[in-house]
């Protein structure tokens, strides 16, 4: 039995600045963000309260505004940020990050990465 629940949050829709070709640098494109989080269990007795569990709306609104606000070169150093950004959150003790840029290749339908980083990680 595991000790953890985990909350996830899938298909984030974000524009960002993102590539290291030119034509990347000078338009946003979509990404599209799936995250899930690895927590404390919710104790058996729980008095059914938000302030027990992780808000999943104020992640997603976060990650979005992290997102669309900065320039990135490198969806890795992105799904850094955003894993990083998540663990700031005292209930979080893992991140996974997974983010997809479908217009990246015009020969397949999407790629993308998957980052994960966990609390006490150096």
């Keep these: 039995m595991s000790q953890y629940d985990e909350i996830f949050i899938e298909g984030i829709k974000c524009y960002s600045t993102i590539g290291i070709n030119n034509w990347e640098k000078n338009t946003k494109q979509p990404l599209i963000i799936d995250i899930n989080l690895l927590m404390k269990k919710i104790d ?33 150093t992105m799904g850094k940020d955003i894993a990083l950004l998540c663990l700031k959150n005292q209930k ?31």
Aim: proline share 2%; glycine share 4%.
């Design 92 to 122: 979080v003790i893992e991140a996974k990050v997974k983010i997809n840029k479908p217009n990246a290749l015009k020969i397949s339908n999407n790629v993308g990465v998957i980052i994960t980083r966990g609390k006490n990680e150096n």
């Design 44 to 76: 058996d007795n729980n008095k059914d309260n938000i302030n027990e569990t992780i808000n999943y709306k104020l992640v997603s609104y976060s990650v979005k505004e992290l997102v669309e606000k900065n320039t990135y070169e490198l969806i890795e």
